[in-house]
């Protein structure tokens, strides 16, 4: 689907306009090791629910495994897969439904249908081969950044051995060339001793939003 494919199908069916991703990466481009994240700290995990809570949030089926299957809360889940079984849940109580499908198309044309969800935000929450799906269409990334981390400190923590679980997206820097992203907001801490910087990335060239 191009760019302009996907901004049709979400404005045919009265979808906010923008699509924002969630990422926690070191700069050098490191998402994940094996089926886990490169840590766990609060502050990220909350803004990470910030900023998806309410809204339809976009995953693959191996970081959907690696939340032990279970749909995000308050969200409308969509897992991209074309192993698993197509299909719908709802959980009315926690206000969560879980959509399982090869293409996205048939999640928005479904969505299109319920009052509830229709006109919620569209979050693209990883990983590696989701964000690479969907990068084109992203106007706002929110980023956290583990800035004293890259291959080689993850490396000298884990051995060697963990090299082939690497998970990687791509550099910070090429991110934002590719993308023509601008830095907005940056907050930066120390939790736990961990560098970590949140920074917020908009597309800065308006053409692919017409
Ligand atoms: N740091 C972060 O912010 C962050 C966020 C999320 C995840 N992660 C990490 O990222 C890693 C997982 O990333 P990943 O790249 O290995 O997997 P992924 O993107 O989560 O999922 C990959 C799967 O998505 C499906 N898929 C991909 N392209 C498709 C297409 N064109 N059509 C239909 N289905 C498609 C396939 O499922 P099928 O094989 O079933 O067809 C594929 O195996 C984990 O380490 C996780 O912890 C990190």
């Known amino acids: 689907m191009s760019t302009k494919n996907f901004r049709k199908l979400l404005a045919d069916n ?3 306009r923008v699509v924002t991703a969630e990422i926690a990466m070191t700069y050098d481009g490191i998402i994940g ?49 074309k192993s698993m079984y197509p ?7 926690t206000n969560t439904e879980l959509f ?8 928005i044309n479904f969505i299109e249908g319920m009052s509830s969800w229709k006109d919620r935000q ?26 004293n981390e890259n291959e080689q400190t993850i490396l000298d923590r884990f051995g060697e051995d963990i090299r082939p679980d690497i998970v990687r997206f791509k550099p910070l820097l090429q991110l934002m060339n590719d993308n023509n992203l601008t830095v907005h907001n940056v907050d930066r801490m120390n939790p736990n001793n961990v560098k970590i910087c949140f920074a917020d990335l908009y597309r800065t060239i308006e053409e692919d939003m017409q």
């Not at 609060?42 to 970081?63: A, S």
């Not at 299909?87 to 109580?93: G, P």
């Not at 399982?100 to 999640?107: E, L, P």
């Not at 690479?132 to 990334?141: G, L």
């Open 14 to 16: 009265s979808f906010p």
């Open 100 to 107: 399982v499908c090869a293409n996205i198309a048939n999640a």
């Open 33 to 81: 090791i094996g089926s886990k994240l490169l840590y766990n700290i609060p502050q990220d995990m909350e803004r990470f629910v910030q900023n998806t809570t309410g809204k339809i949030v976009v995953m693959g089926r191996k970081t959907f495994e690696s939340m032990g299957c279970k749909p995000l809360k308050n969200r409308f889940n969509i897992v991209i897969s």
């Open 122 to 147: 569209i979050c693209i929450i990883g990983g590696s081969q989701i964000y690479k799906m969907f990068e084109n269409y992203i106007d706002e990334w929110h980023v956290t950044v583990f800035e």
């Open 87 to 93: 299909e719908h849940k709802r959980d009315t109580e």
